[in-house]
């Protein structure tokens, strides 16, 4: 059973940055695309960022050019590195296989005030 740890999460104000770290245990790590996902009070969680096994990156609309999500298979850990948050983008994070396929970690809360 696979499991994930996200961490890095806290509060900062408009225009500041975060970076997120999600280590995995097990060993499929490397053969797995990964996702950043979110979840804001009162709405479902969506996707957010992708990585494939190959390094190709994909990001939803609302976060294009501000978030970077990076993986480092040796330490069985991706990354995400926000930049220019918004108030838009306090949620709890979380990663997760893409499309999501392990149980769900307990996430990491970012919240920023405006």
């Known amino acids: 059973q696979v499991q994930l740890v996200e961490s890095g999460g806290g509060l900062v104000q408009a225009g500041g940055s975060l970076r997120l770290s999600c280590a995995a245990s097990g060993s499929t790590f490397s053969i797995a695309d990964m996702g950043w996902y979110r979840q804001a009070p009162g709405k479902q969680r969506q996707w957010v960022a992708l990585i494939t096994t190959g390094g190709r990156t994909g990001y939803t609309e609302s976060v294009k050019g501000r978030f970077t999500i990076t993986r480092d298979n040796a330490k069985r850990t991706v990354y995400l590195q926000m930049k220019s948050l918004e108030p838009e983008d306090t949620a709890a994070y979380y990663c997760?296989?893409?499309?999501?396929?392990?149980?769900w970690g307990q996430g990491t809360q970012v919240a920023v005030s405006s």
């Open positions: 997760n296989t893409f499309p999501a396929r392990w149980s």
